[in-house]
């Protein structure tokens, strides 16, 4: 194994290939990003084309600073500063009103455009030695499992991706918490690394969730989905029983939870054992990954409590069971 070591002249390089409208991966706290310059509609478009994104799902603007906000977003409401203060750098993302010269590529052509400071030291340093904006999803084929490893990005998007900066394995592991600060009183688009507990704490009291307002752009039922069918469920003993169905049924089955119960039939893969659900999101991907490297049929998943990170665990176990009941 080789150490993760990305140095300045690879920063300065990524910067320079971003500055000629390429494409390049970089770790975040939460998973790889694919970047592009947010201001160059051409590496947009090449972005969505590599990505395979429908054109009408806006990407998130990784800025350097909170200080750039107002080059990207006006109206930014007081509750949004708020947030900002409290949780840059770090995995919230704001959607705000765009400021004029945005591009519709960024935005899926909408009135508003998210924003995020990254923590992690690699893509603060690119995003300093850039000096710009940059547009980045995370760097995964559309509705699969996102990249928490240079080696997943790299076996996703092969040769399409013009660098890659090796970081290591993402800190967090689940995407951003996605804030919606440009329709009114805020609303949490995408349940997510940074827990709605804490965005309450800062906003001195709860706020409400897509689920009741509606819908959000790219927060589809069915995504993060590996090729294996995962199957969720709350209960240990509900678990335990599925696992021996899946098997009497002759498939191969992976289970995926905190703690996995012992009592499980012998033919079962365990995939890791996350001692908490801070562990269980840090390796969620990689695990999903590691069922289909292993010819899972069926992953059958604990879900986790629903306080800290257990929401969007939870969240994201949800929809790669929608996708994988669908395919
Ligand atoms: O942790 C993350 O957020 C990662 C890293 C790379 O930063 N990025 C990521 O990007 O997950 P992506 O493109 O896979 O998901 C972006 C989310 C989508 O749910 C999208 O709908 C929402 O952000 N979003 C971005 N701009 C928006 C806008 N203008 N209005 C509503 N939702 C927006
Ligand atoms: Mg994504």
């Known amino acids: 194994m080789t150490l993760a070591v990305v140095t300045d002249a690879d920063l300065a390089h990524g910067a320079d290939v971003l500055r000629r409208g390429g494409l390049v991966a970089f770790p975040t706290e939460t998973v790889y990003g694919l970047g592009a310059d947010a201001t160059n ?11 395979g994104r429908p054109p009408d799902h806006p990407v998130i603007v990784h800025l350097a600073d909170a200080a750039e906000l107002d080059a990207w977003a006006i109206d930014v409401a007081p509750v949004a500063r708020a947030l900002a203060a409290a949780c840059w750098p770090g995995p919230l993302t704001l959607v705000l ?57 790299r076996r996703d998007l092969g040769d399409d991706v013009d660098v890659v900066l090796d970081g290591g394995a993402c800190e967090v592991g689940i995407e951003s918490t996605v804030v919606d600060c440009g329709h009114g009183e805020p ?7 940074v827990p709605a507990a804490r965005l309450a704490e800062v906003l001195g009291g709860p706020l409400a969730t897509s689920d009741e307002v509606g819908g959000a752009p790219g927060t589809l039922e069915a995504h993060y989905a590996p090729r294996a069918r995962v199957v969720v469920t709350p209960d240990v003993t509900v678990l335990v029983d599925q696992v021996a169905a899946e098997t009497a049924r002759g498939r191969r089955v992976g289970v995926l939870a905190v703690d996995p119960p012992s009592r ?16 269980l999101a840090h390796t969620l991907y990689a695990r999903l990954r590691e069922a289909d490297a292993r010819g899972m049929d069926v992953v059958v998943a604990l879900c986790p409590p629903d306080d800290g990170l257990g929401a969007a665990v939870a969240d994201r176990l949800r929809r790669a069971g929608n996708r994988s009941a669908d395919a």
């Open 41 to 51: 509609p051409v590496a947009l478009r090449r972005l969505f084309t590599v990505k």
């Open 97 to 153: 009103r765009r400021a004029p010269g945005v591009p519709d590529e960024v935005t899926g052509g909408r009135d508003t455009v998210g924003v995020r400071v990254p923590a992690h030291p690699v893509a603060r340093g690119l995003l300093d030695a850039f000096g710009g904006g940059v547009a980045a999803p995370s760097a995964n084929r559309f509705g699969r499992v996102s990249p928490t490893t240079a080696d997943h990005v």
């Open 187 to 193: 609303v949490i688009r995408r349940v997510g690394a």
């Open 264 to 279: 499980l039939a012998p033919s079962a893969v365990v995939l890791g054992a996350p001692a908490d659900v801070d562990e």
